[in-house]
């Protein structure tokens, strides 16, 4: 693996990890924006690894999904990348904040994360080669 993978990885752990930490510290939002950036850091991990130039500066995790040649996604990777970006762009952006806090219920976000977990665990077999 190159360095430069690793980094992304590693990093993209990091940020796994932070959703967690997020979800037992009831910080909602926090835990949707780390889930999304960890998927994003994975999928350009791929990116890295398989091309010899650098992963684009976007966000959106379908069209980095494409970019990193990875096999069709499953509807329900589909949705979870969807509904991430969503709410992604809505806490970087954010227009209401209470709004936000109102749709991010408990169940809702233990379930994003549980989702998260999942396909991050699939993305990164993709870089060990399973």
Not at 2 to 19: C, G, Q, V
Not at 35 to 56: D, F, M, R, S, Y
């Amino acid at each position: 693996m190159k360095p430069e993978t690793e980094n992304w990885l590693k990093i993209a752990r990091y940020d796994l990890k932070a959703a967690k930490t997020c979800l037992q510290n009831e910080l909602y939002l926090k835990v949707f924006e780390n889930c999304h950036t960890a998927l994003e850091k994975v999928i350009k991990g791929i990116i890295t690894e398989n091309q010899e130039k650098e992963p684009p500066k976007i966000h959106n995790l379908l069209k980095l999904c494409s970019l990193a040649i990875v096999e069709e996604l499953t509807t329900e990777i589909q949705k979870i990348f969807h509904e991430l970006n969503n709410i992604y762009y809505l806490t970087r952006y954010p227009k209401d904040f209470d709004y936000l806090e109102k749709i991010l219920s408990k169940d809702k976000t233990e379930d994003i994360y549980t989702r998260t977990e999942k396909v991050f665990k699939w993305l990164e077999g993709k870089l060990k080669g399973d």
